[in-house]
């Protein structure tokens, strides 16, 4: 079974630091390319970030760029987002999902989300 | 960066009846669009991509259509399970921007 565990969220103060993370089990984590996506409360979804499964390649929200950096470890099964610089509308539950290169292409799994709070 | 917007903003309707979701975007993405079901308190659940093709486990009530810049997400026949809030999404380019969202509702 598919999964994806994100965690490392909590409350941070603006202009802080956090580090999320993805742990994922039961395929082959680096056959796949990865995202961020983040919901923040009551609001829609917001694509963030994406990495291909050999890391090379990497793309950014222009929202966080310069700010947050996403990396994954093949050999430990783990994806990874750094931000920095936290300001009050990054708070939002960040989901880690899996993205496809074959049919259905898309963000086929999702983790659960954990929850990022900027607040002073 | 491609702009999609979701139409209406709220559907109210019965369980049993047809409900049609509207998404367009600002520049033509082929076919290059999803539809995800998100439940209160879970996940985005992939329904369809590429305009018209039901992901695996998806009831064959739901329904796309559309292409270029118009896509429309049919539910046949509303089940109690169906009342959630769905996006869109294209994979045309970067960034993967979704839409609004639309909220079917129990009327």
């Known amino acids: 079974e598919v999964q994806l565990v994100e965690s490392g969220g909590g409350l941070v103060q603006p202009g802080g630091s956090l580090r999320l993370s993805c742990a994922a089990s039961?395929?082959?984590?680096?056959?796949?390319?990865m995202n961020w996506v983040r919901q923040a409360p009551g609001k829609g979804l917001e694509w963030i970030s994406y990495?291909?499964?050999?890391?090379?390649?990497?793309y950014y929200a222009d929202s966080v760029k310069g700010r947050f950096t996403i990396s994954r470890d093949n050999a430990k099964n783990s994806l990874y987002l750094q931000m920095n610089s936290l300001r009050a509308e990054d708070a939002a539950l960040y989901y880690c999902?899996?993205?496809?290169?074959?049919?259905?292409?898309?963000?086929?799994?999702w983790g659960q989300g954990t929850l990022v709070t900027v607040s002073s | 960066e491609i702009v999609l917007t979701q139409s209406p903003a709220t559907l109210s309707l019965s369980p049993g009846e047809r409900a049609t979701l509207s998404c367009r975007a600002s520049q033509s993405l082929s076919s290059y669009l999803a539809w995800y079901q998100q439940k209160p308190g879970q996940p985005p659940r992939l329904l369809i991509y590429?305009?018209?093709n039901r992901a695996t486990g998806i009831p064959a009530r739901f329904s796309g259509s559309g292409s270029g810049t118009g896509f429309t997400l049919t539910i046949s026949s509303l089940e109690p399970e169906d009342f959630a809030v769905y996006y869109c999404q294209h994979r045309s380019n970067w960034p993967r921007t979704f839409g609004q969202g639309t909220k079917v509702e129990i009327k």
């Open positions: 039961g395929f082959i984590f680096s056959n796949y390319e």
């Open positions: 999902a899996r993205e496809v290169i074959l049919p259905p292409y898309n963000f086929d799994s």
């Open positions: 990495i291909s499964s050999s890391g090379s390649t990497i």
């Open positions: 590429d305009a018209s």
